[in-house]
């Protein structure tokens, strides 16, 4: 997979859930069957111009269920690492206790800011409207309560699958900056999602929840739900905290450190 400007973060390497989104898809692919959850290990950085390799193992197969590995690499240099269930089972249990904010429409909610560093990028292809969220002139405030909510919709995406999912699903960076109220984000040390439900839909909203952040990490997850009120999928991650470079410039000149 060549890894070019429209894959890549703020921070100029690979986007964390585009690496876990292509690691899903591969194993969909060798396996045939549906991912249940897949989580991601993040260990070094992919660069433009560099070819991203997907080493896909489907370590179990079972009647209804693989487990499958994904071990993806650089020249040799290991990049994240994978681990997969997929299948399905037939059943009649079904549910949902999950509670989805009270938030307006995608077309009653302003666009997100992007920022320079973002042109080109993966947040480039994004469409994102802030549902529940504070624009970059707003910080720094005073902490939020640690829920933020992004209307978020792929043009170039035609079904919703679970590799959307798992890139829609990597904004707990985000969420930190508005749960301090600080000009901050930072990076992924690992992204695991859970698919609870497939549903066509243009819009998902990514519902971020950030529960602590301490010692420089911070933790969180983001329900993604559909404009039905479908519960899509849950991902959770642990990140590093950093703040925003030159944060006495314009929101337009900042970049991430």
Not at 82 to 103: E, I, K, N, Y
Not at 153 to 177: H, K, N, Q, T, W
Not at 184 to 204: I, Y
Request: negative net charge.
């Amino acid at each position: 997979m060549p890894v070019h400007h429209g894959l890549i973060s703020g921070t100029g390497a690979l986007f964390g859930g585009c690496g876990l989104g292509a690691a899903i898809e591969v194993m969909e692919q060798a396996t045939g069957r549906p991912c249940i959850w897949a989580t991601a290990q993040y260990l070094s950085y992919a660069r433009p111009p560099s070819v991203l390799e997907l080493d896909v193992d489907e370590v179990v197969r079972g009647h209804q269920i693989s487990q499958a590995r994904v071990i993806t690499h650089v020249d040799g240099e290991e990049i994240l690492t994978v681990v997969a269930a997929l299948g399905t089972r037939p059943s009649s249990f079904d549910g949902r206790w999950a509670q989805r904010p009270v938030v307006p429409p995608p077309d009653e909610c302003p666009p997100r800011t992007m920022m320079a560093h973002h042109e080109g990028t993966i947040s480039d292809r994004l469409e994102m409207r802030l549902a529940d969220a504070r624009p970059p002139d707003a910080l720094p405030g005073p902490p939020g309560p640690g829920n933020a909510a992004l209307w978020v919709r792929m043009p170039e995406v035609l079904d919703m699958s679970a590799a959307a999912l798992a890139i829609i699903g990597d904004y707990v960076p985000f969420g930190i900056g508005q749960a301090l109220g600080q000009r901050a984000g930072g990076n992924s040390l690992d992204n695991t999602l859970r698919v609870a439900k497939r549903v066509p839909t243009d819009w998902v909203l990514a519902d971020i929840r950030v529960y602590a952040v301490h010692d420089g990490f911070g933790h969180g997850l983001v329900h993604l739900w559909g404009e039905d009120g479908s519960l899509l999928a849950t991902a959770s991650q642990s990140t590093i905290v950093r703040g925003w470079r030159g944060d006495q410039q314009p929101p337009e000149q900042q970049e991430v450190r």
